[in-house]
């Protein structure tokens, strides 16, 4: 059976595409580095198609290393409520929650997952496995080629009983990535870095006109009459969505404005639809909080922010916060994980670790637009540096590279 595409009725976006942004040098090497690995087969496995960073990565990465020649899938593993119940708290104890991991619970995990790997049929010449749901897939395949696990949860404190439980799977794969070296566990597998970027030319990210965002902001009944305080965000703890509300109660004493929380639900996430009911009586007037999956509202409300918050507890790294950035608005993050890499500062954002110091910045920047401009084209050149797909795209490339020197010289006669 030919399973080759036969036409191409829309555009994928190419390296090309992002020269402009990047410049030909840079857009020359990445290109020579995907030649490289023409016709390789690498395949992602995740647990959700949308909501949350992973599947956003995931679905601009593997079309951009298509468009570049490297047959690049993805995967999703499915699972009953049960199942995603118990790996959403696997998901918070590897950020530092307690866990009460019983016998029945891993059954059900390891089972599922074996179910999964059965319908799976994996013959890639590389595979790399995203966070803990599909983690163990690992052992129930005879490993011809490198396996990795890419976890993106902010590992900075995992709860030792679960990471006891996990480490011998991770010690499965090839090597381990995580977004940063403080995340690094004691492991006999190698560990790298790499950070997440995002796309600019997707729906969450692609310049929008002042119409365009009007028309948007309008269709839900956002008020622009005054300044807008955003944060955009699953519904979820971690996320700290009620002390956004308390800085926001802070900051209007001294400023007038209007506070947005934009959030969706992701399919691996069972416990986003209690967080977002839970705020329900924090709404009035001035205080809009929206559960929808609507990515233009959310390129709409980072760009016409006066401030963007990404006030977190744990973040393993908050696209979040590279996409308002990158849209020449402020972010205001909490000062934890990967959001003390991205942002700089008192330079092109603000860091807190308190309501009432976000309270504060949320007045300074509401008050300055002179300061909210210069931040904002910082942070802009800040991702465009260093947050932009084609850098993640690289950073892979040379991971899976070396890795395919190391495969052949191992499969080579003598090797
Ligand atoms: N997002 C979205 N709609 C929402 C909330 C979030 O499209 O209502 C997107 C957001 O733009 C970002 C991703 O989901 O691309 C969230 O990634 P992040 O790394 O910030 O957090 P995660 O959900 O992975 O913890």
Redesign the pocket.
Known sequence: MDTTLSEAPFRLVSVADYEPLIGAEAADRLLRKAERLRDFHVVNVNSTYY??????LLSSLTLLMNASGIRTGWRVIEGRPDFFSITKKMHNALQGAEINLSEQKKRIYEEVVYENAVRMHLDHDVVIVHDPQPLPLVRHFRRRAPWIWRC?VDLSEPNAELWRYLAPMVENYDAVVVSLPEYAQKLTTPQRFIM?A?NPFST?NKELSEGEIDERLSRYGIPTDLPLVVQ???F?R??DPEGVIRAFRIAREQADCTLVL???V?TDDPEGQEVFESLHDCEEERIRIL?????AL?NALQRRAAVVL?KSIR???????A?AMWKGTPVIGGRVGGIRHQIEDGVDGFLVETVEQAAERIVQLVKDPDLHRRMGEKARATVGRRFLMTRLMEDWLDLIDSFETDFRLRAAPGG
């Not at 559960?291 to 990515?295: F, M």
């Not at 973040?315 to 916060?321: A, H, Q, Y």
Request: proline share 3%.
């Open positions: 909501g949350g960073g992973v599947a956003e993106h997440p995002i969450t955009v965000s699953r979820d971690w996320k934009v959030g969706n992701a559960s929808v999956q609507d990515t959310v990404q973040e393993g790294f908050g696209l979040t916060v996409e």
